[in-house]
């Protein structure tokens, strides 16, 4: 089955300019999540849908940053205006279901360097 | 606040080499514990451990839980060029299942 797809997989911009990703998860699974990935640390978590509703958004700087899964299937991650902490390598991931066990797959990656 | 805290961060062997990472966390709400891979691009899923004591094997890796001690170890043994990458510990919690993860243990095998 495919994966989970990302775009774009690389993506370099100044600061105070808009960038959006993309993500398109493994088909059938209801529950899509944002991680951010800075050098050196491990993800955490930016947002989690499920179908095409928020089920956690408690670390998302919504100032700033904002995602939407309008028909319950892709995502879309934006980040208006950058700043220079926001490089980083932004991951999607999808699992089947929440709530109980269920495995995350995720893309790999779209990594933003904000100069 | 929820942590998860890994150690060593880096850690250098020889192939044949065995290698310990340990794992540690405060978490409220816990459900269950993970271990993923990550070589450079996206993490994979190794194991997912919810009861103390229960050794999960897979090939030369295995991992453990201490509920009572809150932490989970994950040994490798005779260590590959092929397992040269970081391995980062998650801890999945409250009903929503989302994951805390740790900064990661980066392993480098030399030949």
């Known amino acids: 089955e495919a994966g989970v797809a990302q775009s774009p997989r690389y993506k370099i911009i100044e600061k105070r300019q808009s960038v959006a990703f993309w993500c398109n998860p493994i088909s059938g699974h209801a529950t899509l999540y944002w991680y951010q990935q800075i050098l050196g640390q491990g993800p955490k978590l930016l947002i989690q849908f499920q179908n095409n509703g928020v089920v956690d958004d408690s670390q998302l700087p919504k100032d700033r940053f904002s995602a939407e899964r309008l028909k319950g299937v892709d995502s879309t991650l934006k980040i208006q205006p950058a700043k220079l902490e926001d490089s980083a390598v932004y991951l999607c991931?999808?699992?089947?279901?929440?709530?109980?066990?269920?495995?995350?797959?995720f893309g790999p990656g779209t990594r933003l360097t904000v100069l | 606040e929820d942590k998860v805290v890994q150690s060593p961060l880096s850690l250098v062997v020889h192939e044949g080499d065995t290698v310990t990472l340990n794992c540690s966390y405060e978490v409220t709400n816990f459900r269950s514990l993970l271990w993923y891979k990550q070589e450079k691009k996206a993490p994979t899923f190794l194991f997912m451990l919810t009861s103390s004591g229960i050794e999960k094997k897979s090939g030369r890796l295995s991992s453990i839980l201490d509920k009572k001690e809150l932490f989970s170890i994950l040994n490798i043994t005779a260590t590959q060029t092929g397992d040269s990458a970081v391995y980062l510990c998650?801890?999945?919690?409250?009903?929503?299942?989302?994951?805390?993860f740790g900064k990661g243990t980066k392993l480098s095998v030399k030949p």
């Open positions: 991931a999808s699992s089947l279901g929440w709530g109980g066990f269920n495995e995350q797959f």
């Open positions: 998650a801890v999945e919690r409250g009903s929503q299942g989302n994951l805390i």
